[in-house]
């Protein structure tokens, strides 16, 4: 039995690395993650913990060092509108909502001390 976060709660983490492969390692034996390729994105690796029934992060590839980065994702119902609440807010936008493959959609903002967060709501179920 699967459960879903609640809504407007860090439900995802990303790591950005220029060297993947060392990264995997480091936290696979410091925390006994595993990772798989995503079949959505060719540069990403999911992150699953022990005895965990789906991934709950991402490793993704970084072109060099200098946009390595660690980030969370919230889980939100609309990506657009707490995009839209966020610059209300004195946010600001640092990617505007993209929807992936598999209509999956996502957003960067930057916090109001210019720290980077990612929203995203989730592929629509069949």
Known sequence: MSSTPPF??????Q???DKPQEVEKFYGDLFGWSF???PN?????LVSYPASEAPSGGISRTP???ANHATFFVLVQD???TVAAAERL???VAVP???GKDGLVFAHILDTSGNDFGVFSPPPQP
């Open 8 to 13: 407007n709660t860090v439900a995802w983490f």
């Open 15 to 17: 790591v950005g690395s």
């Open 36 to 38: 798989a390729a995503d």
């Open 41 to 45: 994105a060719d540069t990403y690796d």
């Open 64 to 66: 060099d060092a200098s």
């Open 79 to 81: 990506v657009a509108a």
């Open 90 to 92: 004195g946010g600001k």
């Open 97 to 99: 909502p993209i929807t």
